[in-house]
């Protein structure tokens, strides 16, 4: 295993401060008409996202894979400083691997599906997510819904966000199913599917590791 590797995990948007608040923008959650989710009916992708991250830090931990979560615990710190904090530690510290983690929303509630997104163009992100796709495809096979692309010839799609385009190292943004449809939420609050994502992403590190 490389000594010299860190994984910079980001959980998109922000979450519930100390006061039950919810801190992030008015798209990132969802009022579901049935069903009991993060404050009753309604999903919080800022908090689903902290809840797979904290997961997925724990199990690289046990593994002694070092890590740095540069979001915070709640709050939604400006998309720049979570970039230029990984940049930073990336420069100074160890070189490794940006994983930002997300629930998409169509806005109509009827798509569905998991996703995988690199920046545009063939870069070392593009072998990272494919690694990530087989993970996930292997570990949740026929109980998850897989939206792709592969006009390029791989299954990841390809998008100028932020964290993909500013980030110094590889980089993929990770769409886990879209909460503002009911199946998918439901999916979503299922402990074992959260462990299998966790899981299928701890493996996509060491894939990338292992071909260092």
Not at 18 to 34: D, I, W
Not at 94 to 110: P, W
Not at 139 to 164: K, P, W
Request: aromatic letters at 14%; charged letters at 25%; hydrophobic letters at 35%.
């Amino acid at each position: 295993m490389n000594d010299n590797f860190c994984v910079f995990l980001d959980a998109g948007h922000g979450g519930v401060d100390g006061e039950g608040n919810y801190t992030t923008a008015p798209g990132k959650q969802f009022q579901h008409s049935r069903g009991t989710f993060h404050n009753g009916s309604w999903f919080y992708e800022g908090v689903w996202n902290r809840t797979l991250t904290d997961l997925v830090a724990a199990k690289l931990k046990n593994l002694s894979i070092p890590n740095i979560i540069v979001s915070h615990e709640y709050l939604d710190f400006p998309l720049e400083y979570r970039v230029d904090k990984a940049n930073w530690y990336h420069r100074k510290y160890k070189k490794g691997l940006y994983i930002s983690n997300h629930a998409n929303a169509s806005g109509t509630g009827q798509a569905r599906g998991f996703e995988v997104y690199t920046s545009p163009g063939r870069t070392t992100s593009d072998r990272i997510a494919e690694y990530h796709w087989d993970n996930v495809k292997e570990l949740l096979g026929s109980r998850i819904r897989f939206r792709t692309d592969t006009s390029d010839n791989d299954h990841d799609r390809e998008a100028n966000f932020y964290v993909l385009r500013k980030t110094v190292m590889s980089a993929i943004l990770v769409e886990h199913l879209f909460f503002d449809n009911y199946e998918d939420a439901k999916l979503l609050m299922n402990e074992e599917i959260i462990d299998r994502f966790a899981e299928a992403q701890v493996r996509t590190v060491i894939d990338y590791i292992n071909s260092l």
